[in-house]
């Protein structure tokens, strides 16, 4: 049985430490024949603590940059941490696809 792209993610996300850690498989919402290739993460992980924006999602692309060069197209990333998440308690929805054959 083959690993499945959710599962690498959740495996290599896993030196953060996630408190909280969805991963939402996308790809239904795009166009294209693509089935794994559009993925919104939500991470909550002390890890975040004291980084910008920017230092954590540079911190995400670099544990899955196997993920990024090969199956997954898009990845859209909601980081938090613990006290941020406390305060919003969810990630906010993600946009329609407005690329490909859907028009725009």
Known sequence: MSVSVEQ???SKLQP???????????????SGPATD???KLTVVSDQFDGKRPV??????????????AGPVHAL????????????SGQAPDSPNCRGGSKGG
């Open 8 to 10: 690498t993610i959740s």
């Open 16 to 30: 953060l430490e996630p408190e909280h850690l969805e991963i939402a498989n996308e790809s239904h919402m795009h």
């Open 37 to 39: 290739s559009h993925f």
């Open 55 to 68: 230092a954590r999602h540079q911190l995400v692309y670099g544990l899955l940059a196997d993920e990024l």
């Open 76 to 87: 859209a990333l909601h980081l938090y941490t613990p006290q941020e998440w406390q305060q």
